[in-house]
């Protein structure tokens, strides 16, 4: 997998360049659901993260605010000696779909060197992210190709979706 050239500063443009054929590709998956979606996308994930490292980028930390369950605030609150209602107050307000996510951007817990403060105990949404490797990929392409302007993973596994005679 080539991640030359792909940095958090090139990745929101290099994801304009050929948008309109990554929307056409997606309808046509959703609408076939192929089979072996799940499987080949699974392959480019595992090949990516074998040569990629995250800490290289952590342009998801500094751009994107991860939906934040309750279960994770009570994760969080623990891990930072916190009740709930506290966390609440001081890193989170609800969004226009009454999710809670950071009040702020990057990541509160993001450190210089992009090391997460509370990995262990990070999100689920964080933990999952950037989702390339979990079942029914049809039913997630739309935010797919959102994360493909923000991780190079994604935006890599796109480019090489786009060769695939589908």
């Not at 054929?21 to 392959?43: A, Y």
């Not at 994107?64 to 209602?85: A, C, N, Q, T, W």
């Not at 779909?97 to 060197?113: A, K, M, R, Y």
């Amino acid at each position: 997998m080539n991640f030359t050239g792909i940095t958090p500063i090139t990745i929101k443009e290099l994801s304009k360049q050929n948008r309109e054929d990554v929307k056409v590709l997606f309808k046509k998956l959703k609408k076939k659901k192929p089979k072996n979606l799940d499987s080949v996308i699974h392959q480019l994930h595992d090949e990516a993260f074998a040569t990629y490292d995250c800490l290289d980028c952590g342009n998801c930390c500094s751009s994107i605010s991860p939906i934040i369950k309750e279960k994770d605030i009570d994760r969080l609150g623990k891990h930072f000696r916190m009740k709930p209602s506290k966390f609440i107050d001081q890193y989170l307000f609800m969004d226009d779909e009454e999710d809670f996510v950071f009040q702020t951007q990057p990541c509160p817990f993001l450190g210089n060197d992009k090391y997460c403060m509370c990995y262990e105990n990070r999100p689920k949404a964080c933990r999952e992210y950037p989702h390339t490797d979990r079942s029914k990929m049809h039913q997630i392409l739309n935010l797919t190709g959102k994360n493909r302007a923000y991780c190079p993973i994604v935006y890599v596994i796109v480019e090489e979706l786009l060769k695939l005679n589908w």
